[in-house]
């Protein structure tokens, strides 16, 4: 029987979130893996754990692998946790998960606080589905493969303060300045603020206070034509071909459907249905 490995999530922001069972067995294990021992001695000290703490970071996790797998082959507990968050949530871990995983060493996982779905669970959605895809790529081109890649699904993504701009810039450019976007910023903590937008409203946003703290980024899909709105569009065309003026009918279409008179005038007359 070799040791185990927990997975332990921690606060991303208030501390109080941490759960109890998270506690209870950071206390217990015989060292705890961590990102940067100055972060988590913070979190430490408040709950009073003298656990031994280890730094397990990217720069090091390959050279660390096996002696860790050595001290749970030699029956002791292990303890993983990030500065902030779930372990493996663009975060270190996954080496080492993936070799346990290879030798059937047990990984249990500690759950709590994580950026995605503290972000989820407060943003409107009319769906069930996401897809997650850590940190946004920096390169403007890379950016517009990926929001055409995932145009169908909502897609969660996590972007730094000094980038975010440039990103919602893009945004802009690839998905037009009506894509919705619901931003997370500084979740769980004094400033938290939750935005449902439009990508253009966010930018107006930011101009008056330039972005500051953490943020996660819920891009809905590239939204489509409803049922309805092809069905009006269809309307139009067929008055249009029996001879009624633009004029004509962006009056009749706006009347019956509560619409705006000078939008469908000007599909209309741009051609745009
Ligand atoms: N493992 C973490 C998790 O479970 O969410 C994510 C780690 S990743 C290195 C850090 C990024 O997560 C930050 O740059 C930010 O994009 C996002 N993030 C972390 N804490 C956040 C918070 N309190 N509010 C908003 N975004 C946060």
Redesign the pocket.
Known sequence: MSGILYAI?TP??NLDDITQRALKTLNSVDYILCEDTRVSSKLLSKFDIKSKLIPYHKFNEKELLHNVINDLENNLNIALI??????????PGRVLVNALFDKSIKVVPVCG????S??LSAAPKNNEEFAFV??IPRNSNEQKELFEKYSNIDTV????PNRILKTLQNIKNFRGANAKITM??????IY?EIKYSTVNGLIEHFSERPPK????ILLYKAETNSEEDINIDKKIKLLSQKGFSAKDISIIISTLFNMNKNAIYKKLTENKL
């Not at 606080?113 to 995605?116: E, G, K, Q, S, V």
């Not at 997370?184 to 903590?189: D, P, Q, V």
């Open positions: 999530s991303i922001g990030s500065d902030a968050g779930t372990p493996c949530i663009s975060d606080p994580c950026a995605i503290t972000l850590g940190f993504f996590y972007e730094s997370g910023r500084e979740l769980t903590k938290e703290g953490e943020f996660v």
